[in-house]
């Protein structure tokens, strides 16, 4: 390890973005060399280049340290934190040996490596009202919550609201008014939270906002981006799997729904039987769906697309009809597994934050909830107080 803090300083060179929205010019690419050990960071090279070349390059930071969240930026185009990224590791992923930095992505530039925060992602972390609704009647002393729902929420405690996860998000691409990634984990916090006394009236807002759970395409982005490990798509379903099986809360935009007829298909032919989805998705869930009303008007409007598939050669129109086969002896072993996992008594949550050799070990409780994070992050050190973060 030694040997890799006393490699010598080398020369790297940077592309940045640069733009700035007042000046009324286009944006463009700005080229530097950096003098500095491989080990440095990324964020250390851009502040030589703003301290030796040019003082208007702009870029937030302030802990250097991966706590505070405010050096996000895209590094060779993927996003990061520019003080967590090492110089010797950005240009091995760099296109010719130059260090590329941008802005992140779905919030509007402010002024070079700077995004406007406050308009997307702050917005909507207010919109899922991020502070605990306390149970009646509060008690004397302080409540008494299970270490285990406490580590499940320590998560998404863990996010220093970098917007990395925003910045990635598929959906929120097509769809801005998305709630994203990052406000929907912080609502898990409150949700998953014991202490909180409203997680049906937040669930079932979540759920009937057409830009709410329901929204999320499941592209596994968000949780990619992540520097803290808060899997926000993690969060999201775990949302979407407590509104419907816990609370049966039927939103107006269909997901429930969706998810039924999806699971049902693969159920019932071992693999997904596109045909079948819209029909059950608006008609309810079995083979008669497609005579619903609903289902006739939503089988229309896809025509073209189907049609597009076959012509193209995307689906072939035997399987687009009548679906997928299987052999019988794999799809007994996919219901199988159905009926293993809806026979449990209840329902089990996969968390692999908490899950971890650490449980097994005799550990005075006061420890246990931070030993079993750091383990499971990988040495991260996620914080296990909001004050550590962000609140
Ligand atoms: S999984 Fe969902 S929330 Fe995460 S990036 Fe993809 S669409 Fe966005
Ligand atoms: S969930 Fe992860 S990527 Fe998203 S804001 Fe929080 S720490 Fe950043
Ligand atoms: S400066 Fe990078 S997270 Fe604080």
Redesign the pocket.
């Known amino acids: 390890m030694a040997e890799v803090y006393d490699r010598p300083p080398e020369k790297f060179k940077l592309r940045l973005r640069r733009y700035d929205p007042e000046s009324g010019d286009a944006p463009y690419w700005d080229e530097h060399t950096v003098e500095l050990e491989p080990h440095r960071s990324v964020l250390e090279a851009v502040l030589q280049a703003k301290d030796r070349y040019d003082g208007s390059i702009g870029i937030r930071c302030s802990c250097r340290q991966a706590i505070c969240?405010s050096c996000g930026v895209r590094v060779n185009g993927e996003p990061a934190l520019a003080c967590h990224t090492h110089l010797d590791a950005a240009k091995a992923g760099a296109r010719e040996g130059v260090i590329e930095v941008e802005p992140m992505g779905n919030m509007s530039v402010i002024k070079d490596l700077i995004v406007d925060m406050d308009a997307v992602h702050w917005k909507k972390i207010q919109r899922v009202t991020p502070w605990l609704i306390a149970k009646q009647p509060v008690p004397e002393r302080e409540y008494i919550v299970s270490k285990e729902s406490m580590v499940d929420v320590t998560q998404t405690m863990a996010?220093?609201?970098?917007?990395?996860?925003v910045s990635d998000c598929l959906a929120m691409e097509v769809d801005p008014g998305f709630i994203g990634?990052?406000a929907l984990?912080k609502a898990y916090r409150f949700v998953g939270d014991p202490r909180d006394d409203q997680q049906f009236e937040r669930l079932n807002d979540l759920a009937q906002d057409p830009q709410g759970i329901f929204d999320c395409t499941h592209c596994f982005k968000?949780v990619e981006?992540?520097?803290?490990d808060?899997n926000?798509m993690g969060q999201i379903m775990r949302l979407r799997r407590i509104a419907t099986s816990d609370h049966h809360i039927v939103d107006q935009n269909n997901g429930e729904r969706h998810e039924a007829a999806l699971t049902g298909l693969v159920r019932d032919y071992g693999l997904l039987h596109e045909a079948e989805l819209i029909p059950r998705s608006y008609g309810g869930n079995s083979w008669f769906a497609k005579f619903h009303p609903a289902a006739g008007k939503e089988l229309l409007s896809s025509l073209p697309t189907a049609l597009k598939g076959v012509l193209r050669g995307k689906i072939g129109l035997k399987t687009a009809v009548f679906g997928h086969k299987i052999p019988s002896r794999d799809l007994k072993a996919v219901q199988s597994i159905y009926d293993k996992i809806e026979s449990r008594p209840e329902r089990y949550e996969l968390n692999l934050y908490i899950a971890g050799e650490d449980e097994q070990l005799e550990k005075p409780s006061g420890d246990a909830v931070a030993a079993a994070v750091t383990h499971e992050s990988g040495g991260k050190e996620p914080d296990t107080t909001e004050q550590g973060g962000r609140a």
Request: with cysteine; glycine share 12%.
């Open positions: 969240g996010c220093i609201q970098c917007g990395a996860c990634p990052a984990a968000c981006a992540c520097p803290k808060v926000p």
